[in-house]
């Protein structure tokens, strides 16, 4: 399900890097400085730890390619996931971010959080509170049809 989520948009902006190459790493940028800015959101008392993983995948959407990546936000109180997120909800709205609230399959609250390059981000109370998981997917951008991406970004 996250990952159709994920799927919306296509870029088709010609002012790209020709290169897919590049195009890959100006979207895994967008990606991981919008997974930051999430982060950043959410108050330096309320988190232990910021993890970002390095690395992503870019996965096939209609029309091209899409980065998707990972941060995770170890939380101090693991009961207050729930609060947390809905805070973080109403700050990223402030901010500019398009928000929808929505649960998992398993009932967890989450958030889809889209900026303004067309980054999604969905945001999950994760490991049983305690931490925010938000999973990144940049917008759909156009690649030559003989392009074979790598296995990690």
Excluded at 23 to 46: N, W
Aim: hydrophobic share 40%.
């Amino acid at each position: 399900m996250a990952l159709v989520i994920g799927l919306a948009g296509c870029a088709t902006d010609t002012h790209l890097p020709p290169d897919p190459e590049e195009r890959i790493l100006l979207f895994k940028a967008q990606a991981q400085e919008a997974e930051s800015a999430v982060a950043r959101l959410i108050p330096t008392g309320a988190r232990e730890e910021v993890k970002q993983i390095p690395e992503g995948t870019v996965l096939a959407c209609s029309g091209g390619r899409q980065w998707s990546g990972n941060t995770r936000i170890a939380l101090t109180d693991p009961s207050a996931g729930p609060s947390v997120l809905r805070e973080l909800s109403s700050d990223a709205a402030e901010r500019g971010f398009r928000v929808a609230s929505s649960t998992t399959a398993d009932g967890a609250p989450r958030i889809r959080l889209v900026d303004d390059n067309g980054t999604t981000l969905l945001a999950t109370v994760w490991v049983d509170g305690k931490s925010i998981d938000v999973d990144s997917f940049s917008k759909c951008f156009p690649v030559p049809a003989d392009f074979i991406p790598h296995g990690s970004y």
